[in-house]
């Protein structure tokens, strides 16, 4: 027995190790977050968390991209530029231009697709959409088309002509093609954009994605397919709408992110949420597979994607709880918030060179297009398009865009007045 | 042996079960984060987090107080309105006020104190404060006092007066006493103010916390105290400065939240960081103990704070990573992030009417008063006091504030600017 007795007490010996550095593994982990003895925090910022106990705020400094703000390199104010060489009909509400792709650079020159809408009279609304007709659009991205300009400097531009018709009824479209990106893949140029069949507003805004490709930027531009990002099933959140492409080239995929208002009808429409889901093809006309883990952004509105570091970053305008962010994921599915910015670009399109370039090592953005819906005077309603320039790169430091606060004048808040919330009940 | 070998040998057995129950929760935690089988977000709103693997993004939209943010009782848009009854000789800068307390109501009268200035001439500036005289200011804040104002409505206020004036010199705050909070405990009224012994920007923002106390909000006030509480050790982060003292009556004890700004000087002023800290007493002129685990907010410039259910909540401002949010400590002390905000109030002053009742059901705030620091023309640097309303109370629900989006005009965004980033390099 004596043999055997040994044995066993070797192993007994052997998981009472075990069990012991488990546990110490446990302490260890315990005791590091409990208070020690007090230690004040530095006059002096620290560059690493320090090793003794902090406030819950002071622990979360350390986790942002650097404890102070204006070291973190995916904060940035931004500052907006009117384009010069666009007519907008002196603001009636005829012309419209909104939804801007990315701009791309083919040899020294910049490429821009865009929405534009040039109608007899503006958009009756989406309440109306009833009224509409051929020649009278519900929506402003109603009866619209997908043009695109050509630029030496991003500030001046050329409009160029039309990239994407309405196509013939009843082909998908033949309402509305609108709300365009783009994609290069492969030496070839894919629009992706979406396709209405009726007045948006008369069921929502039900318009499938479609795709057109060419040999270059300037067209011409073959159909490639309708409805290639599918709805999901049924009581799925993403079952109405596949909405905003967003084609990003990542793991030597077709990574496109897409947004979908859900939670919405038959409910009141004020109820509605915002997601945002990822759908990945190894060929730009599909078929795409969605992301088990959709939505992978649940905050946001039309949302911004550019590669940055190892993975995808991205600029969360309005909607959710996490409005008006920049946030990042490593795995371009798991974002976590890296900064909480103002004056957020409206349907942004960075000029993002390594978007289709495959990258691991994404450098981020400094400048875009962008676009304001309620540019119309006298209640005419219209959009324009404008660029924006911002610190959102690892290759560019200016501490201009880097201050923590915005000044505008008291006007700019009185402009939020409280207007017919001004009666409100004693005691409020 | 056998006796032993047995008992051996059921000790083994009992180490082995709680190693196996130790690595069985090991495995359990693990499984609780890899994805099972595919289940499809909901197109419904869920009311609680779903029991299937998520994203990050769709993780954290059930930790914040509700999935959506339209329902999330602190989050709030910020209206704003002009006041009535004040004065500024037409905006040429001889006329400040700024730094408003929360109005407080006393029978059915609001009462509000603030920062005021009547100079001879606008302000030369922090970097000339050599040149200042005894008529000459250097900031908007040297040789002011604290004044107070009456209102009905908490829109239309009738100035009374001052409420505390600068001391005989050498008597601290002879050269400026600003920046007031006002708290009330026991019956007794205290009011918190900076004290100035010299030109603002001589030396940096060097200004204790003084007290004063009166037995009506309409005075006579009685010097209670100076530099109440105390800088922190040489190289402590609020070893420089104890800014906008900021009471609250919690846990019985008065809770006196305070600003720092550190990692200063002697480097750039433009490293700054800004802390926030707590210094707890029993007895409004002290002594104040300070939390060990200061600074409790990292983000924020002037900071607001109110009761809310069981704790404290807070409204950040400028500065930090996270800038612009409101947040919440069950316990006053480690606080996080429950929305993203816009447009905040800048050194907001709410009515709180539970901010010295020392309650444990804290019910929020809906209006109060707050200041702009760039309201003068023609160079005339000067400050206004205007009121904000928001719904960031578990009593009042009003939708107009619970929008996830502000619309500004284009002017609005195109006021910020390029300027002279414009030139940029190539290739940016």
Redesign the interface.
């Known amino acids: 027995?004596?043999s055997i007795?040994n044995i066993?007490?070797i192993?007994?010996l052997l998981?009472?190790s075990?069990?012991g550095i488990?546990c110490q593994k446990e302490i260890d982990k315990k005791e590091a977050h409990q208070?020690k003895e007090?230690q004040?925090?530095?006059?002096?910022?620290p560059t690493e968390k320090p090793n003794f106990?902090?406030?819950?705020?002071?622990e979360?400094?350390f986790d942002?991209p650097a404890?102070?703000?204006?070291d973190?390199e995916l904060?940035s104010?931004?500052?907006?530029?009117?384009l010069k060489g666009f007519d907008y009909n002196n603001g009636d509400g005829t012309i419209t231009r909104r939804d801007p792709t990315r701009p791309i650079k083919v040899g020294d020159t910049y490429y821009l697709w865009y929405t534009k809408r040039h109608t007899k009279v503006p958009p009756i609304g989406w309440n109306n959409a009833a009224k509409a007709t051929d020649e009278i659009p519900s929506t402003d991205w109603d009866l619209a088309e997908v043009w695109y300009a050509t630029s030496k400097d991003g500030f001046t531009w050329e409009e160029k002509g039309v990239a994407i018709k309405r196509p013939e009824k009843p082909k998908s479209g033949w309402r509305s093609v609108c709300t365009p990106e783009i994609l290069v893949w492969k030496g070839k140029y894919y629009l992706y954009y979406q396709a209405f069949d009726e007045p948006s507003g008369l069921k929502g805004d039900l318009c499938p994605v479609s795709i057109s490709y060419a040999e270059s930027p300037e067209g011409p531009w073959i159909h490639g397919g309708d409805a290639v990002i599918p709805f999901?099933?049924e009581?799925?959140?993403d079952?109405?709408a596949t909405h905003d492409p967003y084609p990003i080239v990542h793991n030597g995929k077709i990574y496109v992110y897409y947004k979908s208002a859900?939670?919405k009808w038959p409910d009141n429409r004020?109820?509605y949420?915002v997601?945002h889901g990822l759908a990945i093809a190894e060929d730009p006309l599909g078929p795409y597979t969605k992301h088990?883990?959709?939505?992978?952004?649940?905050?946001g509105?039309e949302t911004t994607y550019f590669p940055y570091k190892e993975g995808i970053a991205a600029i969360i305008?309005?909607?959710?709880?996490?409005?008006?962010?920049v946030?990042y994921?490593p795995d371009g599915?798991?974002?976590?918030v890296m900064?909480?910015i103002?004056?957020v670009p409206i349907a942004a399109g960075p000029y993002t060179p390594d978007a289709f370039t495959n990258t691991k090592d994404g450098r981020g953005i400094?400048?875009g297009i962008s676009h304001?819906i309620?540019?119309g005077k006298n209640g005419g309603r219209h959009s324009?398009i404008?660029r924006f320039?911002c610190d959102l790169?690892l290759d560019?430091n200016?501490?201009?865009?880097k201050q923590?606060?915005?000044?505008?004048?008291?006007a700019?808040?009185?402009?939020?007045?409280?207007?017919?919330?001004?009666s409100?009940p004693e005691g409020?």
Request: no cysteine.
């Open positions: 027995m004596k007795f066993e007490k192993i007994l998981f009472l075990v069990l488990a208070p007090h004040a925090f530095p006059y002096k910022m106990p902090l406030s819950a705020s002071a979360r400094m942002y404890p102070r703000v204006q973190n904060f104010q931004f500052k907006y530029t009117r999901g099933k009581g799925e959140w079952h109405k859900y939670n004020k109820n949420a997601g088990p883990l959709n939505p992978v952004m649940t905050s509105h305008y309005k909607d959710g709880n996490e409005r008006e962010t946030q994921a599915v798991n974002f976590k900064s909480k103002s004056l400094t400048w304001f309620n540019a324009i404008a320039d790169s560019y200016e501490p201009g865009f923590s606060g915005v000044w505008h004048k008291p700019v808040y009185f402009a939020q007045g409280l207007g017919k919330l001004r409100h409020r």
